[in-house]
């Protein structure tokens, strides 16, 4: 390094003058006793002699006092201060800290080089990141091909995938799968596709892994800054690897597809089906980033963090919600920031946030830690509202967009970091409500961001603790602003209200309506003490009564009560309502139960008639409202009904459709709606007054309901004919309605509102009667019947439409039912094989007959035996008989489903994945449970004919089934597009929808048998 001229005394010098001052003390401590013993010798007189040797001994004193002087000096002034200013800045360098300590000691030549020499590391230091990752694979076991370091053997890949990630431990790697779709790769496009992959990257931590045998060419990426830049830049890549197909004399461009996953979204073992999955998707680029919990040995990455560095950068930040006053509060996010941008080096560093006044982004709080840079906004500057939008469009899963360097930023962006001259950096959305409020941001001017996964999520988390800060005090002026809002509505429309503790009735708070009136601090007082002047808790109480109390604040009466307290605290509120101004008779809404009055109700139903349309209204009423308030008192009894009229004005999307008719009866407008609505409302309704409201722990006091509804316009000639009719209904025929029935006045008809009661109802009606229907679901091949599925039909008249099979099952599992069912099924399968299984099934080829089953079947101990009975009794033929299961069902259930599997396969019973889309779980692990065959699911088949890509999925995840012996059926043929796609491509392949057959009766399917199979 270059050193700057001086005219410091150097230390050479300092040296020379201090040996040249300690050879004269010594010379002139030598001459004294030299002197002395010459004059003792030739003098008589003794006293000159002595003279001479006090002098000697006195220099001899001062040259020792010289030495330890100079030798202290040195060591305190110039040894000790380059010790510790060197561990100091030793220390710093470790920490990234680019602020070096300088010596002190600027006069003298060699210490002021060495502070030059400081400056000069500081500059270099400034721009320089540590970097932990190691990309050195040479110590793996990896297999390369043709000794070229970034192409290695596809099964060498599969092998060293955890090993390659403990390598990088980088914040997330890439497996990016290149397909082309040509009949052939030849070894010329072998050797280009390779090399255009590793031109474009040009990085050499990348690696490729051939697999051309299936057309196919994997790409680990071991350091991906944003995903959007990521797809952008794969995008960019399928286009260089375009390759030519020969097709006779023509040529053909065929570009590749891209499949990517990504760690640690995917778990190490299902990197590979995940690229399967992804590939299945067919668009240009398919991108796949499961939201799984990362289990069992993928742990290492999580496990091998270095919480030192967290602990190093985060140390106790403040709440910032604490602090009032707005320029301290910008003081202190600038504190924080700029000591995180001093660690990790950045020009600059601050918080962009969202004007409410003036609707634009200005900096809230910015600075520069670049000694030569200008900062990059001032107080006025505009954050244009295009680039938040951008940054909206490609921002990561956490909120945060990191790019190392300028050419791994995405092109949306890059214009405007051109703009501001900008290398890398960080950004980190803030978002409130669905609307960004902030964005806090560090960036480099002329430096790359090179650090590792631990120091990057560091850097993540600090942003978004920033973020969450900026969320909080933004949620604390809102609810400031609502708080001041609700005390001037108090003061307008005269209203108090107090807080208090349950059980010591000590005040917590008061509204400025009552701090006007008493104007001594609450602190210590009790509600009775301070607005009763009482000495004791006041008789009438609504906490100890459970009702309404009169009272006298300055002489005008007030009714206090509980209507806004909520039960699950220690404390209340009490509000007091002046008694003239508690209720207006036209009052639009019910400040009791908090929904619409019946005034609201009439005024409603004028304008509803008035607009010819239809419906129902549903009045609910509380049976049994004053066992509630005999046993809770008016004022719970008051909370518990708001608390269920708020569930279900949540499920009827507000409360624009709930009105009071009595104290007791809500009335809900159903208009447009038909029974089957009303029917549905009421039964949702019902399940909601399962809860008891004052103590959700509590199954007793539930509310017991009764629902009427009244049809309209019928024969009704307005409004007033309606309620007219529904007040003689409930004067003379409210007893025909029960408990927990809905009662419809049009044609007399009444049903349980309770769902699972109505169910079962019909369950056992079916069963004791052995009329539950059981029709077949034929499975088609080659036009002809190869099996067929059971299915279970039980029929909802009131709906007119079959109830639902698996809400059945459910239904009987948790009733003890299921076994009836099961018997039933198996006793219609037993009797099928009876009478057909030896002539006609063998003779036609008909070799299965599955039913639905889910889990909790196999928690039943008879079901197995009752299956393994049915085998043996009738002889089946082997896998004759197959349950079918839904993957999301085998995927939650994977270990039991396991043991099933097995015991099942000892009786030769198939057990079938149902449903199958390749979401829940992989191939791999269908083929891991025993299971041979998939019937892939109705959302995929049913649309094939509607877009091309869910086509192309289904033909992926067909072959890949073929590809691991697994067999196929397709469930959901509705139409003869879809029939001719699937056999065009696969003839022979089983099929259900109701395009080949709609369920049947079996009498129906087997005469159907005899036709298409024999005849």
Sequence with gaps: MAKK????????????????????IGAFTLICFIEAIVFKLTLENKEVSKIFFLIGFISVIIFLLYVIIVSMLFYIRIFRNVLDVSSQNLDKLKKLDSNLTKFSLTGIAEINDMNTDLEEISKVYNHTIVTTSNFDYSKLNIEHVDNQPQVIVYDSLVENIQSLLSTSATFRNAFIELEFNVEKVTEEQ??????????????????????????????????????SKMKEQVALLIKKCVVYEHIGKDETLVCPTASIVMYPYSAIDDIFSDLRYARRKNQSINTYLPKRMIRGDNKFFSNSMSLSNVS?????????????????LKEKFEYYLRKEAVFYNFDFAGIVSYDDFLSVYKPYVHFNESDNEKDIFTDNSIFDEKIVKTLAKIIDRDGSYFFSKRENANEAICTYLDILNISSGLFFITKYKGKIIAITYFLNRDSDLNIDSYLRESLVVFARIISDSIKAIKIKQKALDFEEDNQTLLKISNMKIYTIKKDNYKLLSISDSLKDIYTRPIVGQTCYEYLYNKTSPCENCPLRSGSKMESEICGEKHLSSLILDNNKYSSCQMLLTPESK????????????????????IYRMNNIFSGHTKGYIILIKINNHTDIIDKYGDESYLRYVRDFLKAVCKYDNGIANTYLYRNNIFAIVANECGQVDVIEKCEKIYDLSRVNYLDKSLTDNLFSLSFITFRYPMNFASSYDLI????????????????????????????????????????????????????????????????????????????NALINT???????????????????????????????????????????????????????STFMDSLEHLVQEHHFQKNFLGLEITEKELSEHFDKMKDASKKLYKVDIDLICDAYT???????????????????????VSNIDKDEAIYNELLSLINSAYERDIKVCLVGVENEHQYRLITEKYPDIPMQGYYLYQPMDSQDLFGMLRKTNID
């Design 918 to 940: 390749g979401e829940y779980i992989s191939l791999e692990k269908i083929k891991a449970l025993g299971i041979n065959m998939i019937k892939i699911s109705r959302q995929i």
């Design 312 to 328: 190093k950068i985060l140390e106790s930040i403040p709440d910032f919600t604490e602090i009032n006053d707005d320029e301290e």
């Design 5 to 24: 001229q001086n005219t410091k005394l150097s230390l050479k010098k300092i040296s020379k003058i201090i040996n040249a001052i300690g050879i004269v």
């Design 806 to 860: 698996y809400d059945l099952i459910k239904v009987a599992i948790k009733n003890n039912r299921i076994g009836i069912i099961t018997n039933i099924l198996i006793d219609n399968i037993g009797e099928y094989y009876k009478n057909y299984g030896f002539s006609l099934f063998r003779i036609t080829g008909f070799k299965r007959l599955t039913i639905n089953t889910d889990s909790s079947y196999f928690d039943d």
């Design 582 to 601: 508690n209720y207006f008779a036209t009052n639009r809404f019910n400040s009791d139960f908090l929904i619409n009055s019946y005034y609201s109700l």
């Design 190 to 227: 072998e050797k280009f596709i390779i090399k255009s992959i590793l031109d474009f990257y040009n990085d050499p931590t990348i690696l490729v892994a051939p697999n051309f045998r299936k057309k196919r060419i994997v790409i680990y990426h071991p350091n991906i800054d944003s995903i």
């Design 724 to 799: 007219k009719e529904i007040e003689l209904f409930l004067k003379n025929d409210i007893a025909k309605v029960k408990d927990s029935y809905i009662y419809f006045a049009e044609n007399d008809y009444t049903r349980s509102a309770n769902n699972t009661e109505f169910m079962l109802q019909l369950l056992d009606e079916a069963t004791s009667t052995r009329d539950l229907k059981v029709q077949l679901l034929p499975f088609v091949r080659n036009k002809k019947l190869t099996g067929a599925e059971l299915l279970l039909r039980l029929r909802d008249d009131s709906k």
